[in-house]
Structures are given as C-alpha cells and as structure tokens.
C-alpha cells in the first residue's frame, strides 16, 4: 500500500479519534470522575484535577494546536520524502491509543477516547507499522528520527494544554 494511503488514513483516524475526546470529555470529567477517582493513583489524580474544570471547546483548543503541529510535519514529509517524520509522528500518537483502553479496563467504565482506540487506531497501527516494516521505511535511522520527532511534540503537546487552559 502506498504511503500516501496512510498518511490520508493517519489524518481521517486521528480527526475521529480527536473528535470523540472532544465530544465526551466535559461530561467525563463532570460525570464520571467523581465517581472514579478514588481509583485513581494520587500523583495522577493530582494532575487530573488540574483539568476538572475543562470544557469542550478548551480541550479543542489544546487539539488544534498540536494538530497544526501534526499537519506541519506530515507536509514537510510529503515534500520531502522524510518518512522518519511520519515514523514519529505516529509513535507519539500511539503512546496516547494504549492509555484509553488501559485506563478503560482500570477503571472499569468508559474512558474518552477508547472506542476509536479500540475499533480504528489499535487495527491501524498493526497495520501501519507492519507495512512500514516490510517496505524498508522502518530502519534503525528512522526509528532515531522518529524518537527526536515524539521529543519534539512532547513540549508542544505541553504548550497546548497551557493555550487551551488560558481559552474561555
């Protein structure tokens, strides 16, 4: 398969995927929280609090900035045949895909995020990076430029969420 293919693929799962977060997570944290966090490891439960006031239209703030981020580099791969660049981009995407249905399991109810996770992102990714093996993209130099890409979307990702915490 092309890796156009999956690039366009990348693009529709991750705008799904965002999409659910964005509808579920204001009635998550006002509904379901409450009732979970005692479940909840304190260290992360402190840092979850942080976001129990979030709305809706913040936390689409704090995705569309990292999606601004996100499409840069997948158009710079697409000019440039750096497919190291898209490597990272979906391995910092996949480190977010694991947490929903784990979290999901932990707790024992619905977690923003974890249907798209389960039913396009997980199958996706078995996919993606078998392919992205068999054709000779995933050597030990894009793996490296892959793992500098996710070093470099982690203080974006943290940037983000300070955008959108400022949003009213």
Same mark, same amino acid.
């Given at each position: 398969?092309?890796?156009?293919?999956?690039?366009?693929?990348?693009?529709?799962?991750?705008?799904?995927?965002?999409?659910?977060?964005?509808?579920?997570?204001?009635?998550?944290?006002?509904?379901?929280?409450?009732?979970?966090?005692?479940?909840?490891?304190?260290?992360?439960?402190?840092?979850?609090?942080?976001?129990?006031?979030?709305?809706?239209?913040?936390?689409?703030?704090?995705?569309?900035? *990292?999606?601004?981020?996100? +499409?840069? =580099?997948?158009? @710079?791969? #697409? %000019?440039?045949?750096?497919?190291?660049? $898209? !490597?990272?981009?979906?391995?910092?995407?996949?480190?977010?895909?694991?947490?929903?249905?784990?979290?999901?399991?932990?707790?024992?109810?619905?977690?923003?995020?974890?249907?798209?996770?389960?039913?396009?992102?997980?199958?996706?990714?078995?996919?993606?990076?078998?392919?992205?093996?068999?054709?000779? *993209?995933?050597?030990?130099? +894009?793996? =490296?430029?892959? @793992?500098? #890409? %996710?070093?470099?979307?982690?203080?974006? $990702? !943290?940037?983000?969420?300070?955008?959108?915490?400022?949003?009213?």
């Amino acid at each position: 398969m092309d890796i156009y293919i999956w690039i366009i693929s990348f693009l529709i799962i991750f705008m799904l995927h965002n999409l659910e977060e964005i509808i579920t997570v204001e009635k998550w944290i006002q509904k379901t929280y409450p009732r979970v966090c005692d479940k909840i490891p304190s260290v992360i439960q402190k840092e979850l609090n942080n976001y129990k006031d979030i709305t809706s239209a913040q936390f689409a703030v704090v995705i569309f900035v *990292l999606s601004v981020f996100i +499409s840069a =580099l997948i158009l @710079i791969t #697409v %000019m440039t045949q750096h497919y190291y660049l $898209f !490597l990272g981009v979906n391995l910092f995407f996949a480190l977010n895909i694991f947490t929903h249905p784990l979290q999901s399991l932990y707790l024992r109810c619905y977690t923003p995020g974890v249907l798209t996770s389960l039913l396009l992102i997980i199958p996706y990714y078995s996919l993606f990076f078998y392919r992205f093996h068999h054709t000779n *993209l995933l050597t030990m130099n +894009s793996i =490296l430029g892959g @793992i500098a #890409v %996710m070093v470099f979307l982690l203080p974006v $990702f !943290l940037l983000s969420h300070k955008i959108g915490e400022k949003w009213n």
